[in-house]
């Protein structure tokens, strides 16, 4: 067959390049420049790229936008309107944090599936083909925004509540213990890290916010209809064992439901969706 | 250096890449070729790990891709120009790859330069590319890291003659310069313009492979005659290899020996002339028909 004598699979000097690599105009090779060292794309880039590609679409941009509005407009309607001995640091915190909380997962889940949606995975899946280091940066720069966005909650409401008792007279009262503070920031963390989960598992958009938002409910609307399922939903409901969490009322038996349900709903979907992401054809 | 083994892809029954070997060495830009739907595409994405191989392997330097310490600065990928987020500008693209290999924000600038973007062009959203733009800045977003090969899927495509004109000086330059080049193409023309060395590909299955000169002679000579059946069997008996072809036959034999079998035959030619790149064309319309007709039998 004459197509295994042909020069392709000659031997491989019979063609050695006669012209040197040339100079910065034109492509030329760089051998061996980049061949040392560990494997992988060094984690400081990973994340930075990752952290960047969540705010530079218009739709990132935009939800955090709409994020901190939604939050603006809350707060000041409260202090204009809401009962001035209830405005203190803690309430104006808690309606901060209110529509982040609905929001957060989104951001995550936008962070996770625009690589299929958008197919830029075929870029990124082969500038990095260790693609469990890209899921572990998209994790560890979705918690990064989600602190940002947190700081600023906690920024956002301390401004109000010093606004709210010097221009008018709402209480002003620092009513935030160390235990809420941390709450809040683990219950935004839990959040994020949830949207990232779905999103991996279905790896497209609108599945994976439809299936945030209804599956919660769904089960939420099971337990008031189905009395059998009372008892285990303590464990198992994200939003009813993040209450004492965002209050700072947390007990060692909270805790333990805290766990329970982050472990259903946050690492079952991310062990899911991470296998997913690792096994599927990039197209 | 790109190497190929007995690369195959089944999807259920379906076998989209069929047991291919080649070698793409450095220095020479090597044109896969074949239809739609041929495998080339599949096949580029097992090269660069993206879709895993049902059986065989491939290595680029040596290395299977996925073992490539950052490949973004070894291999220049472009499997697909369209699949860029339209969110973002040209440039930004760019950007955001560069952070990824590790080069400097002027390496965005020069790449832009190279392919030909403005900066006006470059601060545009890629919603707003024509596809001879996107192709732009898929080629630019391959040569950001300075590698040594390019793995190119359809880049012509959408470029006018000029654009193909350019790539090919590009593609040169860089191939002469010692870097490695695999392109595909459905389309024999663009690739017979820019590439050295031809693996053409039907159905999953190699038909053709070599250099583009080789494979050209190879065409041999396009005959056509009032009898066309009675000059096919004389020359099969005069032991030359002729194919039929739409347009009359291709003989694997100099224009004189045809000629001369005719003129013995007393058969009145139409037309004889030596293959050309229509027999090229021909040979790969007539291989790629007679995989496809393999593949219907099986």
């Known amino acids: 067959m004459s197509a295994t004598d042909t020069s392709l699979n000659a031997g491989t000097d019979s063609r050695v390049p006669a012209v040197e690599p040339s100079g910065a105009a034109r492509p030329a090779p760089t051998p061996g420049a980049v061949n040392g060292g560990r494997p992988g794309v060094p984690w400081s880039r990973l994340i930075h790229v990752e952290l960047r590609k969540m705010v530079d679409t218009r739709a990132g941009r935009w939800m955090l936008i709409v994020m901190s509005a939604i939050s603006l407009i809350v707060v000041g309607a409260f202090l204009i309107w809401g009962p001035a001995d209830e405005a203190t640091f803690g309430t104006l915190l808690g309606l901060t944090s ?20 958008q197919r830029t995975g075929l870029v990124t899946f082969t500038l990095e083909p260790r693609r469990g280091r890209v899921v572990a940066a998209k994790v560890i720069a979705a918690l990064l925004l989600g602190l940002v966005v947190t700081a600023s909650a906690f920024a956002t409401s301390a401004l109000a509540n010093v606004l709210g008792s010097s221009l008018s007279d709402a209480s002003g009262a620092w009513d935030v213990s160390w235990k809420v503070a941390l709450g809040v920031t683990v219950g935004f963390a839990v959040f994020v890290l949830q949207g990232l989960a779905f999103g991996f598992v279905f790896l497209n958009t609108p599945f994976a916010i439809v299936a945030s ?13 189905i009395s059998a399922l009372r008892e285990p939903s303590k464990w198992l409901d ?5 209450e004492p ?17 982050f472990g259903v709903w946050v690492l079952l979907p991310l062990a899911i969706g991470s296998w997913r992401v690792m096994r599927r054809e990039v197209k | 250096m790109i190497t ?3 690369l195959t892809k089944r999807y259920g029954g379906f076998t989209a890449v069929d047991d291919i070997s080649f070698e793409v060495r450095p220095g020479s830009v090597v044109g896969f070729l074949g239809p739609n739907g041929a495998g080339k595409s599949t096949a580029m994405r097992m090269m660069t790990g993206l879709t895993p191989a049902t059986s065989g392997r491939s290595t680029v330097l040596g290395k299977p891709y996925r073992d490539l310490h950052n490949p973004g600065r070894q291999v220049g990928v472009m499997l697909d120009a369209s699949a860029q987020h339209p969110g973002r500008t040209g440039r930004e693209v760019l950007r955001l790859a560069a952070i990824q290999i590790g080069v400097p924000k002027s390496r965005v600038d020069e790449a832009l330069a190279i392919v030909g973007l403005t900066e006006e062009e470059a601060g545009r959203r890629v919603r707003n590319y024509s596809l001879g733009m996107r192709q732009r800045l898929g080629l630019a977003s391959a040569l950001l890291g300075e590698p040594e090969v390019l793995i190119l899927d359809e880049p012509a495509n959408g470029l006018d003659p ?13 191939a002469d310069g010692g870097g490695t080049v695999l392109l595909s193409s459905h389309l024999l023309h663009e690739v017979q313009v ?32 009032t009898n066309d059946e009675a000059l096919y069997a004389a020359l099969s008996r005069a032991e ?29 030619l139409l037309e004889l002339r030596s293959g050309g790149s229509e027999g090229l064309e021909e040979m790969f319309l007539s291989l790629t028909a007679s995989t496809s007709r393999e593949g219907t039998a099986a």
């Open chain 1, 98 to 117: 209110f529509p982040l909380v609905m929001l957060l997962p989104i951001l995550g889940i936008m962070a996770a599936t625009s690589e299929w949606s």
């Open chain 1, 213 to 225: 938002l209804v599956l919660p409910t769904v089960w939420t609307i099971a337990i008031n209809l």
């Open chain 1, 238 to 242: 994200l939003n009813q064992v993040t």
């Open chain 1, 245 to 261: 969490l965002f209050s700072g009322s947390m007990t060692g038996e909270n805790w333990g439901q805290l766990a329970t349900s």
């Open chain 2, 4 to 6: 190929v083994e007995n």
């Open chain 2, 162 to 174: 000029q654009g193909i004109h350019w790539m090919r000086g590009l593609l040169r330059g860089f």
């Open chain 2, 194 to 225: 820019i590439a050295d060395d031809l693996v053409m590909i039907g159905r999953g299955q190699i038909v053709a492979m070599g250099t583009k000169d080789e494979l050209l002679s190879r065409g041999g000579t396009t005959v056509r005659s």
């Open chain 2, 240 to 268: 030359v290899s002729v194919t039929s072809v739409p347009s009359g036959l291709v003989v694997d034999a100099e224009p004189g020996v045809v000629g001369q079998i005719a003129l013995d035959e007393r058969i009145v």
